[in-house]
């Protein structure tokens, strides 16, 4: 249902508000004039820019999503998240930073439904999860706030009382369909960190042959490459 004033969005399952777009005035939009308008690049260097966010509103306690990062929580905990794709050495496990890939979607999930957002916006972005007040509820849930340093506001929002695998099927019409793997990444695939040769890598390869072990795929890493 479309509310214009105030713009709001909501979403019923079964006659039950299970997601509220922009609740609380959430919807920013940042131009490049604005003071304090300014991020940091991959090489920590001031940028200008401008900014937009919009906030999600679940009604559920438990939100997930947000990939890939190495935390030792499966739901989301209260906190700001970064989408940016980093290959980061030594990445301390634990902990809510951001990983080789960002997916910008989040998930609210309760005994009745579950609830979802994509946020369809390439550009780095932020995401800010805090327990709030839903206010055509009444009770208390989880609220997911992005941030994007630029793109255009362009989101996706859908619901299902069949449990999480609905949302996810629906997730894979929207974006795609996980392709099948080529049958060479179902054999043995050799990987080592390590500074490396084209010299060294014909030995290894001799090596397997001489051993009779199969070997499908050689990973070079950074050094190498």
């Given at each position: 249902m479309f509310n214009f004033?105030?713009?709001?969005?909501l979403q019923y399952i079964n006659g039950e508000i299970t997601l509220?777009?922009?609740d609380g005035d959430s919807l920013r939009y940042a131009p490049p004039t604005a003071p304090h308008n300014t991020y940091m690049d991959e090489n920590d260097q001031l940028i200008e820019g401008y900014?937009?966010?919009?906030?999600?509103s679940f009604s559920a306690m438990n939100v997930y999503g947000l990939p890939q990062r190495a935390s030792d929580s499966f739901s989301l905990p209260v906190g700001n998240y970064r989408l940016f794709n980093q290959d980061k050495f030594l990445h301390p496990y634990?902990?809510?930073d951001p990983l080789y890939g960002s997916w910008p979607y989040l998930t609210g999930h309760n005994t009745t439904s579950d609830a979802s957002v994509v946020w369809m916006n390439s550009a780095e972005t932020y995401v800010g999860i805090e327990v709030a007040p839903n206010s055509f509820t009444g009770q208390q849930g989880m609220e997911g706030f992005f941030i994007s340093v630029g793109g255009k506001f362009e989101f996706f929002i859908f619901g299902s009382a069949q449990g999480p695998k609905a949302n996810q099927n629906?997730?894979?019409?929207?974006t795609g369909f996980a392709p099948l793997p080529p049958i060479h990444s179902l054999g043995y695939h050799y990987c080592k960190y390590e500074e490396n040769s084209a010299a060294l890598m014909m030995q290894r390869d001799a090596d397997f042959t001489y051993y009779k072990f199969p070997v499908d795929v050689f990973w070079s890493d950074l050094f190498y490459t």
């Open positions: 004033s105030p713009f709001r969005i509220v777009v922009n900014e937009i966010g919009l906030g999600f634990g902990t809510d629906t997730l894979s019409e929207l």
